[in-house]
């Protein structure tokens, strides 16, 4: 049993296997938190003429806790294809999923960044279920608007209920708000640009006070950069880019870390976590997580390194 957050170190789930969950996100239903994330247990492979560490795809894990200490594995809910043909073939890239929750339909939905071993492929997947813990099914995958790319990218529900899938456009240099439709399978048409030629990566959206926060990464493949939050007043922005909310010893290079998520605690006043990981690309399976808390100098977002901690 953990009582405690231990940034940094081996994580084991509740059967005393190390977790697998990279670039992952949590929702929260009923009561239970979810953690979905890349399953990177197996041996890092080589890319063909690339210096890329990369692991096949074995699929994207689930695993759910109700004090998000301790997290039991639920499986593999959306696994790898071994036909060369899908978007989640073994041979491909599935990265950074999250799940939203559609209240109107009822539907879960997985959406997650699906690529080619080149990343040349850039487009954002969606999956389907009926339960959070699936089984889902996938329905395909997008270019959102107009055909733009979608690599880097994170899932965003309003209190209004609209979803918006924030994503690493043209090449990296640009990251798109783009608005999904009511069923949260697609796009209605309306986006926009941010960060125009800043290469942000990683995002991250939270609201507090009527107030949208997005922490990104600079773009240096597995290697830790700089993160910088920046704020809006409305979700599709104007987003203006501010500094680094990382304030202990090692900020400048994230303590290490690159952002995935951040959660807002449930029936916990104005308590959110920063969630990042730690890539090991000599070892990706070994890569590991990174949850921190966060604070506030009035509406300043701040992030402290910790060893240990709790909620
Ligand atoms: C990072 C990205 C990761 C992964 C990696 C591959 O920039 O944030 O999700 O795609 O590159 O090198």
Redesign the pocket.
Known sequence: MYTAFHPKEVWLDTDGNVIQAH?GGILYKDGVYYWYGENKGADNCTVEGKN?ARVDVIGISCYSSTDLYNWKNEGVVLPASDDPDSDLYTGKVL??PKCIYNKRTGKYLLWAHVDTADYKFARAGVAIADSPTGPFTYLGSFRPNAGEMSR?MTVFVDDDDVAYLFHSSEDNATMYCSRMNADYTGFDGTYTRNFEGEYR??PCVMKRNGRYYMVT?Y?T??APNVARVAVADSVMGPWTLLGNPCVSEGAELTYGG?STHILKVEDMEDTYIFMADIWKAENLQDSRYMWLPIEWDEDQMQIPFVEEWRL
Do not use: F, H, N, T
């Open positions: 670039g890329l990265e950074r880097d990566e990683a990464s773009c493949g597995w690159q």
